[in-house]
Structures are given as C-alpha cells and as structure tokens.
C-alpha cells in the first residue's frame, strides 16, 4: 500500500474517517487544529457534519449527544480544552456513550504554552472529571500509529461503551512521517440497543442519563462499570518492548518522549550500558503486566517524562516498588535531548537513583 | 366514553413536581402537540438540570439528561447525527438563561432546527429558591434577601426579545400557563413551534411564564395571581419572531 | 550516505517549511525513514520559523535535529542560534545576501549563497529556499535529478502548478552557484 507523508494531527482525521466517524464537533486551539481543519473540509464531502461549537463546553455535549443518537462521533483539543470537556466526558461516562476524544497536549498549567508536553498524563488516567470512572487512554508515538490507534479507539469505545483519549502531544501532532492509511479490521461490536434516535413506535422509550438519586443503585452502577474497567485491564493493555530482554535498566516512556528514549538506549548499548525501553500504548489500562515482568530482570527503572513525575506513579505501581525508579523529567513544552537521557541511564546505571 | 385522557407522549407515572407547580401543564402540552403531529416515535426530548431533571422519566419518546446548561448543545449533536428526528430540549430559567446562555444564543445563531421549551418562573426550584437570571428587579429570594438589586445583581434577561434578534431564530414566542386561555395559547404556540421543526424550518423557542409557589412562599392560587400581576408586565407575552408569518 | 539531519531555519515567509518539506519528500521516494517537524511560535507571519528533517535507513527516534550534520539557515540570528549545535564535520549553508558575518567554527563546512539575491535578480522572488535547496543538493547528492522532480511534484499543490518552472529554475540556480 502506498505511504502517504501526513501530519499526524492529519492522520487522525483521516483515521476516524476510514473508522466510520461522519460527525465532528470541536473549538479551535493549537497545537491541534490540523484535525479541525482536515475534518471540515473532508466531511461535507462525505455526507458528514464537521460543527465548529462555540466552546468545548458545547463540542464534548454535541458528541455526547451524537454519541446517544448512536453514530460514531469525535473531538479534539489541547490540554485547557479538555479541561473544559472534563465535564462532559463525565456525563459520557456516566450515561456509558461511547466517543473518541483527542488530547494534542501543550505545556501547562493554566494557559501555559503551545510547545509539546505531557502534563495531562494523570488528568487522563486517573480521572478526566468527577466521579469514579476511567477513559481508555491510547498513546500514539509515530504518524502510523496516530492513523491505527484512532481507528481502534473507535472499536474500544463501542464495544465498552465509554470514552476512549488518544493522548498525543504537540510534536506527534506536527511532524509529518509516511504513513499507510490502512483499515483496522474492525473487531465485532455489540448492537447499540440503548441508542436514543427515536422509538419509531416500536420499543418502549430509550433513556440515557447518567442521574442516579439511589445511592445503592447509583453504587451498583459504579460496581457494574468497574466490571467492565476489569475486563479492559485484562485484556487490552498494550505496551512496546524495546531491548527489554537482556536490559538492566530499563526506560519508561511514551509519546514523543519514547522516540527520544530509544536515542538513548542505543546511545547507551554503545556505552556498554544494557539498556531498554517499556512504550505504554495504553496509558489505561496501564500495561502492568509487562512492567512487573520487567521488574524481575531490571536493576532499575526510569520514567522518561516531558511532565513532573506523573507516569513515574504507575511504574512504581505495576512494579510493587521491587526495584528503585528514577525520574527523567522535562515539562512546560520543553523536550529531553537524547543526551539528556543518556546521562540519566548512565547515573543511574551507576547507583544514583535521584 | 373517555372524554379526556392522558396523551400517549405522555408516560403513565406520577410526576414529583410540587402542589401547585405547572411543570405538569406544560409537559401535558408537549405530549399533546406530539401526538397530534403524529411525532413522538422520532421525538428524542433533552432534559436539563433543575426541577424538570426527571423529565425523562415522563415522556414516552426517547429521552437524554443533559448536564446544566448544556441542553441544546446535546440536541445539536442528536439533531446534526439524525436530522429526520424530532429534538426538544426542556429547559428552566438558571438553566437556559445562566449556565447555559452560550449554548443557547449559539444554538440559536446557528439555527439549529431544535424546538426549546423555556419554563421561566424567576427563581431556581430544585436548589431551594435562589435568584435566577429572570428574578425581577427587587425580588425577594434566598439569594436576594433584600430584594435582587440591580446595581449589584444586574437585570433580568428577557430571553425571547434577545433571541428574536437573531438570524437563525424561525420561531419565538413568550405564552403563560396562569390561565385557561392562556393556557390554549400556550398549547397553540408549543404545536407550532414543533410544527416548524417538522417542516425544517430554525430554531423554534417558547418561553413560559411559570410559578414556584413553593419557593416563592405563595399558594398556588395566589401564584398564578403574582404571575399576572409582576411577570406578565416585565415579560410582556406574545409573538416575537414568526418568520412563518413573516 | 549516512543519516541526514537536517535543520532550516530562518524567519518565517521565507519557505522554510516547504524547503523541509521538499527535503522530505525526496527522502521518502528513495525509501528511506524520514521525519519532518516544525518548530511552531504563536505569529503566523514574520516570527522565526525553523524546521528539522531527518533521513535515515532506519526507523527513526527523535524527530528533532538537534544536533544537525546539514545546518541551512536564512538570517542571521539562525546562525547565530544554530551554528554551535552542528555536529563537527557537518554542513552549514548561509543564504549570505541576507547573513554578513561567516561561520565562526573551523570543524565545518560553510558554502555561502546569496540565495535572496539571486533570487530577485533573476525574478523568483520568494524562492531563496529553493536556491539553498539546489545547493544542498549539489553538495550532498541528497537525492537525483528525477527524484529532485518527483518531490516538487508533490510539494507543489495542484492549483499552483505553474510555479513548478520556476521552482526548478531556482534549484538549478543554487545548483550551479559557485
């Protein structure tokens, strides 16, 4: 198949195009607008509807309300944006729609900067907004992968019924590479019986609704939800190995801040250093699995940041705190150097674990 | 012979509105305009946040619980992904005219093609009675202790007169509940606002001056008195934009 | 030849992306890894614009040219900014009618253009980036006559395939500058 070169705020358009996504609904702010942009002129021609909402407030409630009328809908944004969506995507979560929504994030906190960062790992991973509740987090690290893992969010989101992130960041967003437009099979999907597009007469009213006044029901449907969060956990955490299997210190990064991780360990491996890299494509479910593995061979860990030591908290989770973790960190839209990296690997290679 | 029943949009539940309140009327109405037009089984009505929250449960057409204010961006959404479907929202006071003001006029500017059903009794009922953004000049209530203070509290917002000044409104109209003829008003602009949805026309709105005897500590008789005498003169009823007619 | 990474940089409306982008281009029609990122600032016109492209036979890491072994640049406070990150041994291309001053390190190679100058006298105004590019490609052999074609192809949008002539005008212009 042919490689076409594309921004990766492109390809994620273009992905939830070829996933079915006929109905955008988004709020101008950089670094992301390429998917904005690539939407409304591509969508009109498909018969779809791109909408430029007067706010994000305003664009996450279109989704969620498109979302109930059971077509595939998606947002995008940068960092302040989604803060404004948090309450939506609560509402989404709550009423069990699914949708896709695309952080492209930017330095923080506040109105911070526009340049690449990834200081909404926690607001994506632990909570979006109130209340119990989880979005998958997908964590692209090349064009590629911006093109299939939007297209697999959308299967997520319907087969879980809940809102899936892809966390990407300003440079994943900007930078153009080739990449194959190709279509994820689509994996089986449960019928949607609980959309609200009319009863046509037929079936007892649909309602989707996320108010609960009864605290045991209310409860219950929490215990329900997390059943589902199990189920996620067990089986669709992702997570890149690179040079794992011999390493003594082993990386954790993702995003922007893998790619630069991977300068690294190669830099390392020339030094003689044995070194790794742990890549979460999913950020939630975070892949345990592999990091507890890691932590039986691995004399150290380093989580590879451009935030202050967010992701960190899960590696020390998922490896039981066995083996000391070092934190890499860079922030407000700066990005490590490879070099940067290097020295850490080589610090901690040699005891110092600060 | 049954001479009068409850409409078939409407659900066979009993409501949880207060003695008195004409929540009950309008939903009534709403149900009776969908059957007549034959719409309910394409109808997905959106309940907002304040006293009408369990609409949902009320209405026998597909039903969705938007979060405060954000009523008409959920039915632009269902409206723009099915626009064979009928979409309403049910809003109150704090909820179409505070939080969710933005929402509105753009839905509005757009002309999203949405009917509005805007119930304005000047206070907020379900948080216990606070000053709304339609509470009158010197209105008491529990946010207003003194009376609401324009100098402070700013004024009122008459939201048919705003809207009716914009291009993607078809339909505004501002009826009242108080009385039988008004309430065949009512009932006549609530058809026609839905009427015009089914035709494709814009945004169609109708506000209703409403009561809250409860919080605003009258019987429901003497209600209906205060709404004649203080609300119907500073929202003065009637038509205020019908491109239909124009 | 081995990795290229590559780093323009100049004010922004000089083409500095679209040089990248040619660049790119070239390299991916020869089947290699490439990447190209802009460095993005809130001015849409006449703010510093600067982006890197790297061109590999493996799979790429770090999209940033940080330490860049074919520095371009198009003023002079590129130069001044850049010219310490090149890698020793490395390339720096100067458009000299707009950069008085010459590189300072002796570990490169500096080739001075006067790539905006020539481009007005020889009515391509607008078209200095693709000067630089004739250039580059003189001297680093970073791609061939046909694929040189293949990429502007590409880069040049439909509704503007009128400049293709004087595109390849001006990368046969840098091409054959001393």
């Given amino acids: 198949m042919e490689r076409v070169l594309m921004k990766g705020n492109e390809a994620i358009a273009e992905a939830a195009i070829m996933a079915g996504c ?35 407030v305003a664009s996450i409630n279109m989704v969620l309300g498109a979302s109930a009328a059971g077509v595939r809908a998606m947002t995008s944004s940068s960092s302040p944006g989604i803060s404004l969506m948090s309450e939506g995507i609560s509402y989404m979560a709550g009423c069990d729609l699914p949708a896709v929504i695309v952080n492209i994030q930017r330095g923080g906190p506040g109105l911070g900067g526009i340049q690449p960062s990834q200081a909404d790992y926690f607001q994506a991973t632990r909570s979006v907004g109130h209340g119990d509740f989880h979005v ?42 080739p990449v194959e437009l190709r279509r994820i099979p689509e994996r089986e999907l449960p019928a949607k019986d609980w959309i609200t597009s009319g009863t046509a007469g037929k079936r007892g009213h649909n309602i989707v609704n996320s108010l609960i006044l009864k605290p045991e029901a209310l409860e219950q449907s929490n215990f329900d939800r997390f059943d589902r969060y199990k189920l996620i956990e067990e089986s669709e955490a992702l997570c890149e190995e690179y040079m794992t299997d011999d390493a003594d210190i082993v990386l954790a990064a993702y995003g922007a801040a ?6 690294a360990v190669l830099a390392a491996r020339a030094r003689g250093i044995k070194a790794g890299l742990l890549r979460p494509l999913t950020l939630w479910p975070f892949p345990k699995k592999n990091f507890a593995a890691a932590a039986a061979y691995a004399q150290a860990f380093i989580s590879v940041e451009m935030s202050m030591g967010q992701m960190i908290e899960d590696v020390k989770l998922a490896t039981e705190c066995k083996k000391p973790v070092a934190l890499c960190a860079r922030t407000g839209g700066m990005v490590h150097s490879p070099d940067e990296i290097l020295a850490k690997i080589i610090s901690v290679n040699g005891g110092n674990y600060n | 012979m049954t001479v009068f029943e409850r409409p078939k949009a409407l659900s066979d539940v009993a409501t949880h509105y207060c003695p008195g309140c004409t929540h009950g009327i309008i939903h009534r109405l709403i149900a009776e305009a969908l059957d007549e037009l034959d719409l309910t089984g394409r109808t997905v009505g959106i309940a907002p946040v304040g006293c009408a929250v369990m609409a949902y449960d009320y209405f026998e057409c597909d039903m969705i619980q938007a979060a405060h204010g954000r009523a008409p961006a959920v039915a632009t959404g269902v409206k723009r992904a099915i626009p064979e479907n009928i979409v309403f929202t049910y809003q109150g006071d704090g909820d179409l005219a505070a939080i969710g003001a933005a929402e509105t006029l753009h839905a509005a500017a757009r002309g999203e093609k949405i009917t509005i059903i805007f119930v304005n009794n000047a206070i907020y009922g379900m948080t216990g009675g606070q000053m709304a953004p339609t509470s009158l000049p010197g209105q008491i209530t529990q946010t207003s202790p003194y009376g609401r203070d324009v100098e402070s509290a700013g004024y009122p917002i008459k939201v048919c007169e705003l809207l009716a000044t914009m291009n993607g409104t078809f339909y505004a109209e501002r009826v009242s509940v108080n009385t039988v003829k008004n309430v065949r008003a009512a009932k006549n602009a609530v058809k026609k606002a839905f009427d015009y949805q089914n035709q494709g026309k814009g945004l169609s709105i109708v506000e209703i001056i409403s009561t809250c005897p409860t919080n605003w500590g009258l019987s429901p008789q003497k209600s209906l008195d205060w709404l004649a005498q203080n609300m119907i003169p500073y929202y003065p009823l009637g038509v205020y934009r019908d491109r239909g007619a124009e | 030849m081995g990795d290229a990474v590559i780093l323009v940089a100049g004010f922004g409306g000089q083409g500095i992306l679209f040089a990248g982008k040619f660049l790119v281009y070239a390299g991916m ?66 458009d000299s009618s707009l950069i008085e001053r010459k590189i300072v390190r002796d570990d490169v190679t500096g080739f001075y253009i006067p790539a905006t100058r020539l481009a007005d006298e020889d009515k391509l105004k607008g078209l200095a980036n693709m000067i630089m590019v004739g250039k580059i490609i003189r001297e680093t052999g970073i791609c061939d006559s046909d694929e040189m074609e293949a990429a502007l192809n590409k880069i040049v949008p439909e509704r503007k395939k009128n400049m293709l002539e004087a595109n390849l005008r001006a990368i046969n212009l840098g091409y054959i500058s001393a």
């Fill in chain 1, 22 to 56: 006929r109905h955008f609904f988004g709020y101008p702010i950089t670094p992301q607008t390429e998917v904005a942009a690539y939407m409304s002129k591509r969508l009109p021609k498909l018969g779809g509807v791109y909408l430029q909402a007067e706010s994000e």
């Fill in chain 1, 258 to 263: 893998s790619r630069i991780s991977k300068n």
């Fill in chain 1, 136 to 177: 998958i987090a997908l964590s692209p690290n090349c064009v590629q992968e911006m093109s299939d893992l939007t297209q697999s969010a959308f299967d997520l989101a319907d087969i879980y019924r809940c809102p899936v992130m892809i966390l990407g960041d300003g440079i994943l967003g900007q930078m153009m590479e």
């Fill in chain 3, 29 to 94: 029609l020869q089947g290699k890894h490439v990447s190209w990122l802009p460095s993005y600032g809130p001015e849409m016109r006449g703010g510093t614009a600067n982006c890197s492209v790297i061109i590999s036979d493996r799979p790429i890491g770090s999209p940033i040219a940080e330490t860049p072994n074919i520095l371009v640049v198009m003023n002079t406070p590129s130069l001044d900014a850049f010219e310490k990150s090149c890698v020793s041994g490395g390339r720096i291309f100067v």
